[in-house]
């Protein structure tokens, strides 16, 4: 079975809690990724995602230039080992309602893996990649 260490980004793209959600945006944007780990003091405290801000501001519920990161961010809810398997990665997905695991190794987080790299990993069986 493929693990999610051999699928995972590796590039950890991370934001600050006092960063308003725009600013962040645009890292995302720069970066081409849908979410940033939220780092404080040289910990990871929690997740921004593209979807986290969308709902709020669809709702008229925040003014993205203003609001902080820390009040959009929510806690990691569930990471998972790089040598757990997708399935266990797509089980957790599920589980958790996410989109977005950090992966980890001995407890420290060292990649992140995405429905977007599931998706890429299962076309690839296919050998869809033009995609």
Known sequence: ???????MSTTLYST???????????????????ALLVKENGEFVGIFTKTDWMILALKGECDIKTVKVSTLMTDIKCTIDKNQ????ASA???QG?????PVTENGKIVGM?????MEKY?????????F
């Open 1 to 7: 079975m493929t693990k999610v260490g051999e699928c």
């Open 16 to 34: 600050t809690p006092d960063k308003n959600a725009y600013e962040a945006l645009d890292e995302m944007y720069q970066n081409k990724v849908n």
């Open 85 to 88: 398997t997708i399935a266990e």
């Open 92 to 94: 957790l997905m599920e």
């Open 97 to 101: 309602k996410v989109r977005h695991l």
């Open 113 to 117: 893996f995405s429905v977007k790299d």
């Open 122 to 130: 299962y076309l690839s069986l296919h050998k869809k990649t033009d």
